[in-house]
Structure formats: structure tokens, C-alpha cells
Antibody, heavy 117, light 107 residues
């Protein structure tokens, strides 16, 4: 079955960067885009962007350009998202999801990123 | 960006009751709409895609309908396990956008 295993929780300081991972299994990694989604506590979901693991091509929500950088390592079927210049407003759970024609049938368990001095 | 307006923000329903949640897009999304259920501390789960197609494994009491800019999710007989927050999402064009969510509770 499809699994997306994300890295562990992060506690970071304002101004720093963090890189979280999403290891895919159970399907052909290069056949589906990986989307990243942000959810602040008690809030709605925000789509950050997506990456095509086959080509490395990316699409970003304008709101997150300069904040998030998406990459993949095809050899390990792992997608990464780096978040830079962190502020308390970046405190959130970040999900990766397998995208299938605009929908997300499979999600990672989420990574809690806490930005605090 | 396509704006998704979801209503109501919250509702409570009795066991066996029929529940309907609405989602309006700011432009025609040509049935490019999905519905997700999220339970506390868990990842969202896809219920409906393409406005009306039921995701594998989802109970048949869930159904989706709509076209153009207006869409709805119906739960035909509310069960205890249906408590949670429901989100709509347009998957037509980047950036994908979500509704603000509907919190559904048992009355």
C-alpha cells in the first residue's frame, strides 16, 4: 500500500531554516507529483506547492515563494521541503501528499514545526 | 487564485440524520473538486474527488454533487465516526485552494 513517511517534529529558532522529508513507498515515485500542505493549529489547509519527482519541475503558491524550496532524491524515493527565514507564523503542521490529477488520496502523518526563541 | 467558500463553519447532527455541507468556488472549476475528512491529530482523508466520485473504501453514505461553482457533500445517515472537520479543495489549477472547513459534531 502507498505510504508517505515524514520526518520528526522540529523545534527551531526564528531566522533559521529547517528541512523536512517525506519518504514514499508502495508506488512508482516518479509517476505522481508530491504536494506540500501547511496547517496552522486549528486552521484550514494551505497548499504550498508541488514537485514532479520525475522531472524535478515545481509549482509554488506565490505566498510561499522564497519561503519553501521543494526537492526530491529519486534514488531514495524521498521528497524534501526546506523552509527558510522562519518566523512564529511558520509554526504549523506540514503534510506531504501524493497528488493524483489534482487530488490527494495519500498523505503523510505530518510534521510539527515549532518556531520559538 | 480560486477562492473556496465553505458553509456552514460548524454543525451538529443526530445519529441517522442527513447532513449537507456546501462549497462555492469563485469561478467555474469544472467539477475539479474534492472533499476531505480530518479527525483530531490525524491527516486529512480523501472522501470524494471529481465532485462526485467516491474514493475507494469510503462508506456509500457519503456522496458529492454539484457543477460550475456550487458543490455539496452529503452524509445520508450520520454516524458517530463521521465527527470531524470537512474540507473542500479545488484541484483544477495551481495554486490548489481549500475551503475553511466545517466542523461536524454529534448532537
Amino acid at each position: 500500500q502507498v505510504q508517505l513517511q515524514q520526518s520528526g517534529a522540529e523545534l527551531t529558532k526564528p531566522g533559521s531554516s529547517v528541512k523536512i522529508s517525506c519518504k514514499a513507498s508502495g508506488y512508482t515515485f516518479t509517476s505522481y507529483d508530491i504536494s506540500w500542505i501547511k496547517q496552522r493549529p486549528g486552521q484550514a489547509l494551505e497548499w504550498i506547492g508541488a514537485i514532479n519527482p520525475g522531472s524535478g519541475g515545481t509549482g509554488y503558491n506565490e505566498k510561499f515563494k522564497g519561503k519553501a524550496t521543494l526537492t526530491v532524491d529519486k534514488s531514495s524515493s524521498t521528497a524534501f521541503m526546506q523552509l527558510s527565514s522562519l518566523t512564529p507564523e511558520d509554526t504549523a503542521v506540514y503534510y506531504c501528499a501524493r497528488e493524483d490529477y489534482g487530488y490527494a488520496p495519500d498523505w503523510g502523518q505530518g510534521v510539527m514545526v515549532t518556531v520559538s526563541s | 487564485d480560486i477562492q473556496m467558500t465553505q458553509s456552514p463553519a460548524s454543525l451538529s447532527a443526530s445519529l441517522g440524520e442527513t447532513v449537507t455541507i456546501q462549497c462555492q468556488a469563485s469561478e467555474d472549476i469544472y467539477s475539479g473538486l474534492a472533499w476531505y475528512q480530518q479527525k483530531p491529530g490525524k491527516s486529512p482523508q480523501l472522501l470524494i474527488y471529481g465532485a462526485s466520485s467516491l474514493q475507494d473504501g469510503v462508506p456509500s453514505r457519503f456522496s458529492g454533487s454539484g457543477s460550475g461553482t456550487q458543490y455539496s457533500l452529503k452524509i445520508s445517515s450520520m454516524q458517530t465516526e463521521d465527527e470531524g472537520v470537512y474540507f473542500c479543495q479545488q484541484g483544477l489549477k495551481y495554486p490548489f485552494t481549500f475551503g475553511s472547513g466545517t466542523k461536524l459534531e454529534i448532537k
